[in-house]
């Protein structure tokens, strides 16, 4: 059968789009153009939760080398080899084998058949299996109203880094469920709840798995996000979150508050939140702080001169003496603080997130805590910090 070659195209981006493709291989090499390589086999594979195409060249000695591109990348380099550098190929789908050859290099002969057991395709992962607490493949509501995931359970190409992102946080959380009350409901602000993919997930996490009641806040200043998310939460059937039109620093908030949380709050918006989640004595705070630049102008030392000189590398260090000040401040207040990484999601730099567990510290552990703040704000000369003086103006005796 001959057909052009736009119907082979449309037939391979079809069988990708629907998860049915399993491997194209491409030969017959013209010596002059191929160069070395004799042959070429494409297989999807899974790598960090995003899918792609791994490409396998094989020259005249039979060595291979694998590369990695995404679908797009793929279509682009198979136009530039199938065709002027090789001549045949074989496409296999979950219901169908593909013969394809090029006929004097501009027509392209398909001839078509079925297979006998049609199967689903195999993606290999080239990480061990990660077990998500929302596993791709088992449709969650949330996930679905917020354009995720499909309905049956798939996730969609564009949105795996958020999946994995809601997915991590969601791990940090179920790590700590032991400290969540069960004899009234969890209380949980989120600061600058955007969209409030995190809020929905917390959610699912505490009532739908661990079975308890909860009492959710949602902040944001954009009154857009806001209208959308009591959409969804109208469309889920969910009456145990409320959204409010608020900024993080004059939000109205009261005790007791069992969990906040917010991710990549920009620059002092996460000290704005760290300060009113102590000021209510919340006891688990869970924060990915964006964009840093509070200290990057403040940043001195003798010793760290070579850093400093260099834009790229102050912003890093401001970063992290960022954290290191807001985790030495949540000691010295009376939690049990630990920065980790996060997720590289967004191909950056900035993946920590601060963990604290409101405990039971000693005021001499507090007062170290407190020694070692002091020393470390000296050591690179800060004169202003923002968590501090929101700490001190929020502890201050209101007027009567």
């Not at 000040?325 to 996060?342: C, I, P, S």
Request: hydrophobic share 40%.
């Amino acid at each position: 059968m001959t057909d052009s070659a736009d119907v082979f195209w449309t037939q391979l981006q079809s069988a990708w789009d629907s998860d049915t493709f399993e491997s194209l291989s491409l030969t017959g090499p013209k010596p002059a153009d191929a160069g070395e390589v004799r042959k070429y086999q494409l297989r999807p594979v899974e790598i960090n939760g995003e899918r792609l195409l791994q490409w396998t060249a094989i020259d005249v000695r039979k060595r291979q080398k694998h590369q990695n591109f995404t679908a797009d990348e793929s279509w682009e380099k198979l136009r530039q080899l199938f065709g002027p550098c090789f001549t045949s190929g074989h496409l296999r789908t979950a219901g169908e084998e593909t013969q394809l050859r090029w006929s004097k290099g501009t027509r392209l002969q398909r001839k078509v058949t079925a297979r006998k057991t049609p199967a689903a395709p195999q993606i290999r992962s080239h990480n061990q299996a990660k077990q998500y607490l929302f596993p791709e493949g088992t449709p969650a509501s949330f996930l679905v109203a917020t354009d995720i995931m499909l309905p049956d359970g798939r996730v969609k190409k564009s949105r795996y880094r958020k999946f994995r992102q809601i997915n991590r946080f969601a791990e940090f959380i179920y790590d700590l469920r032991e400290h969540f009350p069960t004899d009234r409901p969890v209380r949980v602000v989120d600061y600058g709840c955007g969209k409030s993919y995190l809020t929905f997930a917390v959610r699912s996490l505490l009532v739908d798995r661990l079975g308890l009641q909860v009492d959710m806040l949602g902040l944001d200043s954009n009154p857009d996000v806001i209208a959308s998310c009591e959409q969804v939460c109208q469309q889920l059937n969910w009456s145990d979150i409320r959204f409010r039109i608020a900024d993080i620093a004059t939000a109205e908030l009261e005790g007791p508050i069992d969990l906040a949380i917010w991710l990549h709050a920009c620059d002092t918006a996460t000290d704005e939140a760290i300060a009113r989640s102590m000021a209510v004595e919340a006891g688990l705070i869970l924060a990915v702080p964006c964009c840093q630049h509070e200290l990057h102008h403040q940043l001195q030392q003798a010793e760290a001169a070579p850093l400093l000189r260099h834009g790229i590398l102050r912003e890093r260090l401001a970063s992290l003496v960022t954290d290191a000040l807001r985790a030495q401040l949540l000691e010295a207040n009376g939690y049990k603080t630990q920065v980790v990484e996060f997720i590289d999601l967004e191909h950056t730099a900035k993946n920590v997130l601060l963990r604290a567990v409101r405990s039971n510290s000693t005021q001499e552990q507090r007062d170290q805590a407190r020694a070692e703040f002091a020393a470390l704000k000296q050591s690179f000369q800060v004169q202003q910090f923002r968590l501090e003086e929101r700490l001190q103006a929020l502890q201050q005796p209101k007027p009567s």
